[in-house]
């Protein structure tokens, strides 16, 4: 077995897979859908970045129920599609970027929401 392997078995085992899942439903659906509207209709793009603000909003809204149908909280879903697409934004491998910062974004926002609750 592999060391990405026996990583990722823990990282959803630890998290919970919904957390895992719509970091995924982030990544395909948000980047699929940046990429056709941003091309097709975006004209002004984001500073120092080839993408478009329409594409990413656009990824965002598109994303957003999808990702609120599997975790069912509302500011987790936009932290972490808010994230995701910041992400696809500026990154030039948003193929790895992209899951990655909306997982760690959810990730700690749950995190920090715990401890608050604990205190």
Same mark, same amino acid.
């Given at each position: 077995?592999?060391?990405?392997? @026996?990583?990722?078995?823990? @990282?959803?085992?630890?998290? !919970?897979? =919904?957390?895992?899942?719509? &970091?995924?439903? @982030?990544?395909? @659906?948000?980047?699929?859908?940046? &990429?056709?509207? !941003?091309?097709?209709?975006?004209?002004?793009?984001?500073?120092?970045? %080839?993408?478009?603000?329409?594409?990413?909003?656009?990824?965002?809204?598109?994303?957003?129920? *999808?990702?609120?149908?599997?975790? %069912?909280? /509302?500011? /987790?879903?936009?932290?972490?599609?808010?994230?995701?697409?910041?992400? =696809?934004?500026?990154?030039?491998?948003? +193929? *790895? *970027?992209?899951?990655?910062?909306?997982?760690?974004?959810?990730?700690?926002? +749950?995190?920090? /929401?715990? +401890? /608050?609750?604990?205190?």
């Amino acid at each position: 077995m592999s060391v990405i392997s @026996i990583i990722s078995i823990s @990282i959803v085992s630890l998290t !919970g897979k =919904e957390i895992v899942t719509a &970091s995924m439903l @982030i990544f395909s @659906i948000g980047d699929t859908f940046s &990429s056709i509207i !941003g091309m097709r209709y975006g004209k002004r793009k984001f500073p120092y970045s %080839q993408k478009t603000y329409i594409g990413t909003f656009s990824a965002i809204l598109i994303s957003f129920p *999808f990702v609120y149908i599997v975790l %069912q909280d /509302l500011y /987790l879903t936009i932290v972490g599609t808010i994230a995701g697409m910041l992400a =696809e934004a500026y990154s030039k491998k948003d +193929n *790895f *970027f992209v899951p990655i910062t909306s997982f760690l974004s959810m990730l700690l926002y +749950n995190l920090l /929401l715990y +401890n /608050l609750i604990m205190l």
